[in-house]
């Protein structure tokens, strides 16, 4: 599972940031058939999320109270990665890496919430790791992340 961590930092979009530059925003959006599934899959499993414009949902389980990170920011968080079917194919905690490293869905979901919060990602494909198969997730996956901010900086 630890491998997977590192497959975190390889996602399929990159955005780089350097600290005297100001962060770019990150404005990818899913394909509506990707939407249409992961829509159907909320729906079919009586979840309670918020869907975001650009093609993901998300429930705020706790908003936290301390800095808002962006893209560009240094996160430390605890988390599991889950697909549909319940299988886990990852769990960190404390880990600490820039969000702009990650896959896009973190990238866009993570600064939803102040650290302290935790937030619960379901991410389309193409937010995530689109049509590569990545250790043990397929291709085309819909993934789940539960994620605890632990600090930004």
Do not use: H
């Not at 996160?75 to 905690?93: P, W």
């Not at 995530?128 to 789940?144: D, E, K, T």
């Amino acid at each position: 599972m630890k491998n997977l961590f590192w497959a975190l930092l390889l996602p399929v979009f990159v955005v780089s940031c350097k600290k005297e530059e100001s962060c770019p925003e990150v404005k990818v959006k899913a394909p509506d058939a990707e939407i249409a599934a992961l829509r159907t899959y909320i729906s079919g499993n009586s979840i309670t999320a918020t869907e975001d414009p650009r093609g993901f949902f998300y429930t705020i389980n706790t908003a936290g109270t301390g800095s808002k990170p962006t893209a560009c920011s240094g996160v430390s968080v605890n988390y599991t990665g889950k697909l549909t079917n319940g299988t886990q194919f990852d769990a960190g905690n404390n880990v600490s890496f820039y969000l702009s490293q990650l896959i896009i869905g973190w990238q866009e979901g993570i600064p939803l919430i102040n650290a302290g919060g935790a937030i619960t990602l379901y991410l389309p494909p193409s937010l995530a790791y689109g049509s590569a198969a990545v250790g043990s997730i397929p291709a085309n996956s819909i993934l789940i992340f539960t994620i605890t901010l632990n600090a930004v900086y």
